[in-house]
């Protein structure tokens, strides 16, 4: 048996939390990423023993994909986007959080909040990094190389994606002129 619950977050509730990620925020000035992904990443590995609703356990696996955008230097992580995961992290791993970690069931609910947050502000980076982690690791195995040891940018990823839209436009055109009795009257087919 489930219970569906809705949490209807008011404009109030978010300035709570938009409040809360400022302070992390100033934290990720004065603390160095490799502390704040540490200290998430400690606090993330505690959490495994724990029986944690799976409304929390979800989320908190998106902070394994946000640890790898990070530390991932081939992605390149533009910085402001590097700023808003660490300063997720950070309130994340921070015992000064809305709800103390260490209260039984709840206490975690607030860092699940705060990552739906993020996910939903950085989805589409988050998507690119998903993506980019799939086209190098197809390149290592297409080149039969470990996929540790292929360094593969950003840039070489978003060039072989370009590649592959032009060549599906072509495709695509192709398929569609070869297909019925209409002919290009400006374009030939070859």
Known sequence: ??????????????????DSIREAQK??????AVSIVGAARNLLEE??????????????KHLDTMIM????????????????VL??????????DILPDNIPVLGFLDDAIM????????????EAYDDFRRWRDNEATRRG??????????????EARRIETIDRMHRRRN????????APVLFKVR
């Not at 048996?1 to 938009?18: H, N, Q």
């Not at 934290?27 to 160095?32: E, G, P, Q, S």
């Not at 300063?87 to 000064?96: E, G, H, I, K, R």
């Not at 040891?149 to 978003?158: D, I, K, P, S, T």
């Open 47 to 60: 959490t495994k023993g724990k029986n944690l609703p799976d409304f929390v356990a979800t989320r908190l």
């Open 87 to 96: 300063a997720a992290l950070a309130y994340f791993s921070s015992p000064d």
């Open 175 to 182: 398929e569609s002129y070869t297909g019925g009795s209409w």
């Open 69 to 84: 955008m990070v530390e991932d230097a081939g992605f390149g992580l533009p910085e402001a986007d590097r700023d808003n």
């Open 27 to 32: 934290k990720v000035d004065t603390l160095d």
């Open 1 to 18: 048996m489930s219970l569906d619950i809705c949490i209807a977050l008011t404009d109030s509730d978010l300035k709570l939390f938009v």
């Open 115 to 126: 990552i739906e947050l993020c996910v939903r502000e950085l989805q589409h980076e988050i």
């Open 145 to 158: 190389e470990s996929k540790a040891g292929l360094m593969l940018n950003r840039v070489e990823w978003a």
